[in-house]
């Protein structure tokens, strides 16, 4: 989603791991209806889903939503291997807590294991990334009005990034 358009992407899977681009479409956006990621008017924007989805042509009404990176705080911490996942649940928060300028019963918090830490074996890098509730919120209401169901959320440059390695 920019400032001007809604595009959707349908990728199938084609075995071990690869996907092709099934179909795409774009649908533009009436001006001032989406500034800087932020959403003026959801009505609006859940229109425009409606219509970008029917376009598509899809019957598939699982989707992958994402956010724009500015309105989500990354950070890599170093984690010792070998903790449970409440313990590194809890750990998270705790750095989160440190590097988040907002209370985290105000944000949505996720973490994602990188792999090992690059100077220590006994250790694991941990992506943090945090977002505001209500921008996740929005997003998710918009995509549950079009008559779509949200299944995961991603910063926009993951995403492509991740849609890019699978078609390649």
Known sequence: MSSSALKLVELSETGKGAYRLERYAVEPLAKDVVTDGNIANLDQVADALRRAHKRLGSRNRNVALALPAAMVITKKIIVPTGQTEEELELQVETEANQYIPFA?????????????????????????????????????????????????????????????????
């Open 104 to 168: 985290l019963d105000e944000v949505n918090l996720d973490f994602q294991i990188l792999g090992p830490a690059p100077n220590n074996a006994d250790e694991v890098e941990v992506l943090i990334a945090a977002s505001r509730k209500e921008k996740v919120e929005d997003r998710v209401a918009i995509a549950e009005a079009a008559g779509l169901k949200p299944r995961v959320m991603d910063v926009e440059s993951y995403a492509t990034e991740e849609a890019f390695q699978m078609i390649a």
